[in-house]
T-cell receptor, first 112, second 113 residues
Framework: SQTIHQWPATLVQPVGSPLSLECTVE??????LYWYRQAAGRGLQLLFY??????ISSEVPQNLSASRPQDRQFILSSKKLLLSDSGFYLC???????????FGSGTRLTVV | AQSVTQPDIHITVSEGASLELRCNYS??????LFWYVQSPGQGLQLLLK??????LVQGIKGFEAEFKRSQSSFNLRKPSVHWSDAAEYFC???????????FGTGTSLTVIP
């Protein structure tokens, strides 16, 4: 069966520090991968999605970036965090429309 | 452009009462519609989905949703709410052209004993 792993679960980082969040999927190949951010009291905002290795689409211009170095690995990064980057980050994958998203358990990022 | 609206930010119901969470969408073609639930501090779990066919779809945990094309709605219902249903609920529509899901802003459900 397919599983999605996301880590770390919680992260507290100072302003200006770098960020690396990792997401991996097991049990499938060539998944579509997504990074969402959920700010406090707000809905889900799509940040990036990828349909294949090295293929990244950015939905919101900001100081975050994403990479997909391997088929089932999706990384969210920042060189310098801002206070506004605080939120709940969710990774998700899908193998097609008929299946919907499967979400990871999320990373709570607090920038202080 | 595709969009999803959940008019109710927060709903409070008594345990055992019926529940209906509203969702309206804007989409040019036949939509693929989904409902997700998020428990506090957790990721999102798929409750149910609609693609075509029977407009009343059954999901997990006793939830169902009805697709009404004339009203552009996909409301989520449950006949009898349990305390464990307290969570955030998200409606979503899939955009094949953009290869992404569009989510509503969510409805927070509180269940009182």
């Amino acid at each position: 069966s397919q599983t999605i792993h996301q880590w770390p679960a919680t992260l507290v980082q100072p302003v200006g520090s770098p960020l690396s969040l990792e997401c991996t999927v097991e049990g499938t190949s060539n998944p579509n991968l997504y990074w969402y951010r959920q700010a406090a009291g707000r809905g889900l905002q799509l940040l990036f999605y990828s349909v294949g290795i090295g293929q990244i689409s950015s939905e919101v211009p900001q100081n975050l970036s994403a990479s997909r170095p391997q088929d089932r690995q999706f990384i969210l990064s920042s060189k310098k965090l801002l206070l506004s980057d605080s939120g709940f980050y969710l990774c998700a994958w899908t193998r097609g429309t008929n299946y919907g998203y499967t979400f990871g358990s999320g990373t709570r990022l607090t920038v202080v | 452009a595709q969009s999803v609206t959940q008019p109710d930010i927060h709903i409070t119901v008594s345990e055992g009462a019926s529940l209906e969470l509203r969702c309206n969408y804007s989409y040019g073609a036949t939509p693929y519609l989904f409902w997700y639930v998020q428990s506090p501090g957790q990721g999102l779990q798929l409750l149910l989905k609609y693609f075509s066919g029977d407009t009343l779809v059954q999901g997990i945990k006793g939830f169902e949703a009805e697709f009404k094309r004339s009203q552009s709605s996909f409301n989520l219902r449950k006949p009898s709410v349990h305390w464990s249903d307290a969570a955030e609920y998200f409606c979503a529509v899939f955009s094949g052209t953009g290869n992404q899901f569009y989510f509503g802003t969510g409805t927070s459900l509180t269940v009182i004993p």
